[in-house]
Nanobody
Framework: QVQLVESGGGLVQPGGSLRLTCAASGSIITINEMGWYRQAPGGQRESVASILSGSNTDYVDSVKGRFTISRDNAKNIMYLQMNSLKPEDTAVYYC??????????????????WGQGTQVTVSS
């Protein structure tokens, strides 16, 4: 099995910065696409940024130029550097990963996993 653990959320003033971290662990063979999602109170979960294993990235328009997604493939860690934060960025942020892992007895399996979420609050 695979676990994803996010960290780095918190309370920040408008214009401030935070860096989120997502660490993947378990019997991982390879991690394909990874991404960050967020869900504001009363809202739907939306994709914020994604990154392929070859470092191709994609962002939702509202964060382009402010957020940067990156990953360390050797450590199975993904980051989201968030700058110039706005109150509308307030949400629970979730990491997501498409993982191929070793099964307990034999073979491999590919599944999509989610972290437990980390709260980001942007407020003065």
């Amino acid at each position: 099995q695979v676990q994803l653990v996010e960290s780095g959320g918190g309370l920040v003033q408008p214009g401030g910065s935070l860096r989120l971290t997502c660490a993947a662990s378990g019997s991982i063979i390879t991690i394909n696409e990874m991404g960050w999602y967020r869900q504001a109170p009363g809202g739907q979960r939306e994709s914020v940024a994604s990154i392929l294993s070859g470092s191709n990235t994609d962002y939702v328009d509202s964060v382009k130029g402010r957020f940067t997604i990156s990953r360390d493939n050797a450590k199975n860690i993904m980051y989201l550097q968030m700058n110039s934060l706005k109150p509308e960025d307030t949400a629970v942020y979730y990491c997501n990963a498409d993982v191929t892992y070793r099964k307990i007895f034999y073979g491999a399996r590919r599944d999509v996993y989610w972290g437990q979420g980390t709260q980001v609050t942007v407020s003065s």
